[in-house]
């Protein structure tokens, strides 16, 4: 399925229902990973058009290290790794 339809798809069942989850992983072939991906980014911006979460929070929820910003202060030069 492409993008185009995850995202008519979960931009109606956002609408019926804004608690709806993210999609569950099911990938059992490289084909189905790269659906399952398309599916979160058809998740993500969904909710930022139907005003559900704010970039920030997407970021936050979509990041793989979230970065703790009243420590991040401590470590030295902090902005060379970001």
Known sequence: MSMTAHLARLKEQLRRDPATPAPALRA???EQLHDYKDELRAFDQA????????????QQKSAAV????RTARRVIRYEQYV
């Open 66 to 69: 979230t970065v703790d910003q």
């Open 47 to 58: 909710r930022l058009e139907l005003n559900l979460a704010t970039p920030h929070q997407v």
């Open 28 to 30: 059992e072939s490289v």
